[in-house]
């Protein structure tokens, strides 16, 4: 069984930084696809982030390179989401996610098997 635990979300203000974590217990860690969404009140969930189970590839939403870095760290089987120069437009529910192993990078949410309960990040202005 695998389960995601998210973590270091909060309130922070316009400009600042914040990282999040997302610790991923279960099988397989290395071979998963990892990706973070996000939910924003009355939007329904966006890709922000994804980080490829090999080679170091990464994909981004649009609204978020240049600002945010994903990367993993297999031997703590964790992935972490470095968020620069917040605004409030990034305020949202942040889910990490992991696939079943050994795909390709991928984007979209129903190619993601397995979900976190997900951290509360709120940006103000």
């Known amino acids: 069984q695998v389960q995601l635990v998210e973590s270091g979300g909060g309130l922070v203000q316009a400009g600042d930084s914040l990282r999040l974590s997302c610790v991923v217990s279960?099988?397989?860690?290395?071979?998963?696809?990892i990706a973070w969404f996000r939910q924003a009140p009355g939007k329904e969930r966006a890709f922000v982030a994804a980080v490829m189970w090999t080679h170091d590839i990464t994909s981004y939403g649009d609204s978020v390179k240049g600002r945010f870095t994903i990367s993993r760290d297999n031997a703590k089987n964790a992935v972490y989401l470095q968020m620069n120069s917040l605004s409030t437009e990034d305020t949202a529910v942040y889910y990490c996610?992991?696939?079943?192993?050994?795909?390709?990078?991928?984007?979209?949410?129903?190619?993601?098997?397995?979900w976190g309960q997900g951290t509360q990040v709120t940006v103000s202005s």
């Open positions: 996610a992991a696939d079943r192993g050994l795909q390709p990078i991928k984007t979209r949410e129903e190619e993601y098997e397995y």
């Open positions: 279960g099988p397989t860690f290395s071979t998963r696809n």
